[in-house]
C-alpha cells in the first residue's frame, strides 16, 4: 500500500530525521492511529473484526512432492507438530541462513552450560543447527519461503565417530496469507506466522527465544480452535473420492461430572455419504452438463455445508446415544489424511492435502496477531 | 570491529571538598612533599598530618612488630578515614606506602581497607599502584583486595586516560596471575584476541563470576563474538564484594552532606530482573536491553557510518552526545524498561521500530488479557498490574498512545466486566487518539454503555472522567495542529490520520453527545449523587472552553438531564459549578459570534437558543423568583403546583429558598438582624439586604455564582425586575 515510506526508513541509521519541524513529524508517526487510513496495517482487527474465512477452495491435491525436496518433505509428513503462532520477524533475511545456524548453536550452547560464554564463530560440539529453506512450499507470490530449522545432536554417551542424531526440528511457514495483511507490512519485516516444533520442550523455548531475541517477534501458543477441526473435517473428508480417508475419528469432551470423553468414529463411506448430502446442489448428477460455473461451485465449500455436516453427525449420534454432542466440545479429529487436536497438535499425514491444512491454520496464526 | 566507549560519568569536577585537610585537594599532579610542606606551615601541630608525613617518610625495612608509632599513626590515619574520609594526598601517600611494601606486607591490607576517599582519587596514584603491582612482591591476596578496592572507588578516580593507556598490561594480569581482574571491566576496549584469550582462560578456569562479567560485558559490545547467558544465581558476586568499603563510602559521603557518588554500575546492565518465580507465561515480562546480533544483514554495506547501541548508554549526557547515531536494540520492548531509553523513544521515527514496539505490546496484551482461557488475568493480577502501570507511565510520558493498546482495548471493552484493573484500563482508554465518527459507536460507545448501566457508581465515575481526559487529550492535540495550520485547513494535511478538521469535529461532538446521554441516565439512575455530578460537571467544564481554550469552533451545550440536575443540586458547589460552566459558555459564545464571519465557521442558531433558554431559566430561578413561567423548561400544571401545597413555589429556587443556599440565607439573616426573633427569608428581597447578600454569597467563595451574576445581570435593575437574558440570535 503504502510502500514508498519504507524507502526512507529502511535501515535503523535513517531513523533519526533532524528536522526543524520534529515535533510534527512525531505527531504524524504518533498518531499513525489504528484507524487512521494510512495505518500501516489497513486491516485492523478492531475494525474489520477478522474471522475465518466463510468459505474456502475445496482441496485439490497438489503435486507437491515434484517440488518440494523429499527428505524435508518426509520430515514434514511424518512428524505431530505443536503450532505456535508468531509476529512477523524484524530483519530477517532469508539470504542468511547460514549465520543464523552459527549463531543458534552457539546460542543454545551458552544457554545449556549457564555461565559459559560461547564464541559465535567456533564450531559447536554438542549441538549443530542447520537451516534449510523449503523450496517450493509456497502458493501465493506474497508467501514467504518456508524456513526449516533441525538441530543434531550426539547422545551422551556415544562413540567419538557416530554421527549426529536430529533431536529436534521445527519450521515456519505462511501459505496463502491474507495479501493485504502482508502487503500492509513494511519491508524489512517478514511475515511467517505458523511456528510448528517438535522436539524437546527446552529445546523449543531456546528456539523461539533466540527468534525472540535476534528479530524481535512474539510467540504465542496456537490453538486449532472449534470452528477450525470442523473446517478440516469438512476439508479432509471433501477428498475422500480422491484419496481414501479410511476413517473419521472424532473425539469429545462433555462437560459432565466426572467429565465424559466420547470418541466417536465413523466409516469413512458414511461421512462421505453424509458430505455428499449437505453440499449444495447434487454432485451425484449426471457428468456432463456441468460446465465451468458448476466446477466453481462445487470447488468451494461453505461454512453452512460444513455447519450441516456437523449437524448430520450429531443427530445421528443423539439418535443412538442421547447424547448431545453439541453441550460439549471437539478436542481432535483425525483421518487417514492427518489428526489435529484442539491444543494445537497437528499431524499431516499426506502431503498430497498439505498446502490446504497449512492454508487453513496460516489463516488461524494469522488471526491471532496483535495488529 | 573495536568498539571503545567512554563508559565514565561526567568527571566530577565541581566536587570540591569542604574538608579541611583538602585545601588544595585537586592539585593531585603535585609533588606530594610540596604539597605536605606547604601544608606544614599551616598545620604543622595537626597531628593527622604528621602521621601521614610518617607514612610517606618512613624508610623501607623499618619493622612494625613492637612499633607503636606505626600502630598510633595507623589509629591516627583509621580515624579519620571513617569519620571523613581521605583527602586525595593522604590516598597518594597511603597508597604508596602499602604498594611499595616498604614496611612489609603486614600492613598493607590494613591500609587498602582504610582507604575511604572524602572526594577524589588521583589517577596517578592508582597508576603507581599499578606499577608496585608490577614489580613488587604482593600477595595475591593483597593484590585482590587492591583491584576491588579500584572498583569501588572507580567513579572517584579523576581521570582516566592513563589507566586506559595502560589497559593491555591490566589486561595481563588476567591471563597470567589469574587475578580477579573485572577492572578493566571499565576501561573496556574490546579486540577479537581478547576475547578468544578470555575463551580460553574460562575453558582452563571453569565458570568464574569474574570472567563471567567480563564476558558479559564484551557480550555487549560484540554480540556478534561471543554468546552467554547468566545464570540467576551469580547475578549478584560481582556486586558484593566491596560492600565493606561501599558502606563506609556512604557513610563518609551522608556526613559530608555530598551526594553519593553517582554510578550507573555496567554490572545492573548485565541482567537486573528478578524472577522470583517461574512463571507459566511470560509475556508480560519486558525484554531485556541487548544490541543487535545481525549487523551485516542491517547496515547496507556502503554505508560504513558507526553506531552507538543503546546499550552502552549510561547517562542523558551520553544519550545526548550520540543522539544521531544510536542503534536501537534487538527488542523494541526492551525500551520500556530503561527510563533512559524511553528518552529516545520520543525522538524515534523510524516506523519500523514502532511497529515493533506495537507487536511487542499488543502481543502481550492480547495473550495476558485475551487468549488466557485458564482466568490468566486474575492469577497474577499482581504483575499485570505493574506492567500496565509501567505502559502508563511511558504513555503519560511520550503523551501519546500506542496504536496496539488502542486495538487491543477495542477488543477488551467487549469483555471486560469494568472491575479487572479499572484504574488502568480506564487510564489506557482515555489515551486513545481520535475515532472516526463512522466508527466511534460501534468501537466505543455500545461497549461503554453496556458497561456503564451494569457497574456501580464508582464505575460511571471513573468512566466520566477517563472520558473527560480523553476529550481533553483530543482537544489539545487539535490546539497543536491549530496552532501550526490556519483553521480553515483540514487536518489531513499534517497528520497521517485521514481526518479533516470537520471530521475531528464530528468525532468531538459524538462524543460529548454521548458522554451527555450517559450522563443524562446515569444522574437517574444514581439519584444525582452529587458525586457523579461532580465529575460530570468536570467534564462540562472542559466542553464549555473548546473555542477558546482550544481553539475548536464548536460549543455544545448539556442536555437537560444534566442541567437541571445541576440546578437543582442541593449542593452549593455543584450549582456554583454550574454557573461557572453557564458563565464560560457565553464568554465562548460571544467571542465565536464577533470570530465568525472572518474565520468561515458557523455556531449553529440553535446551540445559541439553547444557551440563551438555560441563562432564562437560571435567572428567573435563581434571581427573579419566578419558577414554572410559561415558556421555560420545566412547566408543570397549575393543579399539579397547588396539590403539592408548596407555598409560593416560584419563590422555591431563588438565591434564598434554593435549597443549596437555604442555609446561607439562614445565616446571612442572623447576621444581618440580630435581634429579630421570627425570621423572614423574604426581608433579604428587598434592594438593600439583596445585594449585601449577593456580597455575602460571593464572599464565601462562590465565584462561578459571581462571574455568572455579573455577566448576565445588569445591576443597576437588580431591584428584582433584572432581565438576565443578554444574548441575542
Redesign the interface.
Known sequence: MEKHHNSVTRTPLNSVVVQRRSKSKSYRLSYRSCLGAASRLGLTPALTARRLNTSRRAPKPHNITEKVDAEQLTLLVKTEWQLSYVTPLYQFRHTQLKSYSRQLSAFIAAEKQQGMAVEVEGPQKTFRVSFSLVQGLTESDDDAETVLVQIYSKPLFARQDEPQKPVWSGWLTCINGNPEYLGSLPKDFICLPLFGSSGAEGLTTLVKSWFQQSFDCCFGPLEISHTSLQWLMALWTNCHNEYSIQHLKMIWTLPAVPPLQVTYTVNSEDAWELWGSVRKGNRGGGGGGGGGEEAEEESSIDIEEVRRFMQGLQSHFYRHFRLDLSAGSLNQVSTALGSAKYSGRIKISNSRYMITTLTLLTECALLKMPI | MAAKLNLSGPPDSDTSSPNDQSVSSRSSNRSLRVADKARRKNEAEDPFVLALKYFSDVEAGTPVYGNDDVERNMVLVEKVAYSKGLSPEAISIMLEFAMSLRMGTILCPRVLKCLIPAAVVPQEAVVRAFVWLGVGKIPVSTQILFIKWVLTVFDMIDAKDQLRAIYGFIFSFVTEENLVCVFIFFLVVVRVFR??K??EL?SKLG?QPF??NL??L??VFCP????????SR?KSVFRNHNMPWRSALIAVQKRDGSQAASSISPASTIKDKTNPRKRKHC?LVL?AL?S???K?????PS?S?K?VPLVQLHSFAQLLEN??????P????SLLGSSLALQYL???????????L??????????EFL?CGDGGASQNSEEALQFLNKLLSTQHF?Q?GF??S???L??FLNVWDGSLLRPQILGLLSN?????SS?IRR?LFEPLMQLFFTSSLFFKCGLMECLNNMLLKWLT?HS??AL?DDLDISLNS??????TLSGFKDSVMELVDFVGRLASVGLQLEGCHSLLLSFILDFYETVCDTFLKYGLPLVVIPPTGVFYPALFASDPVSVDRLAYIMYRYKVNLTSAKSQETEQAFHISRQTFREFNHYAVVMVNCLWNSKMFQPGMGIQPGEELLLKSNVPQYWMSFDLIHHPAFMSYAVDFHQKCWPGRKDMDLNSIKHSKPWSWYLEYLFSQGYDGLKQFVQSNISRQKAAGDGQGNSLST
Not at chain 2, 556478534?224 to 547468566?230: A, C, E, P, Y
Not at chain 2, 543522539?323 to 536501537?328: A, S
Not at chain 2, 486513545?432 to 472516526?436: A, E, F, H, K, L
Not at chain 2, 499534517?494 to 481526518?499: A, E, F, K
Request: glycine share 2%; aromatic share 10%; hydrophobic share 45%.
Open positions: 576475547v578468544r578470555l575463551l574460562q565458570r570472567l563471567l564476558l558479559s564484551y557480550k556478534d563474538l561471543v554468546t552467554l547467558s547468566i545464570p551469580i509475556h525484554p541487548c543487535v546480533v545481525n551485516e544483514a542491517q547496515t547496507e554505508s557510518r553506531v543522539m544521531h547515531r544510536i542503534e536501537l534487538a527488542q523494541m520492548g520520543d525522538c524515534v521515527q523510524d516506523e519500523s521500530a514502532l511497529l515493533r506495537n507487536f511487542w505490546l499488543g502481543y502481550a496484551l492480547h495473550e487468549f511520550l501519546e496504536s496496539s488502542e486495538a487491543f477495542y477488543k486513545i487518539p481520535v475515532i472516526p466508527q468501537l492535540w497543536v495542529y501550526e499534517h497528520t497521517s490520520i485521514n481526518m
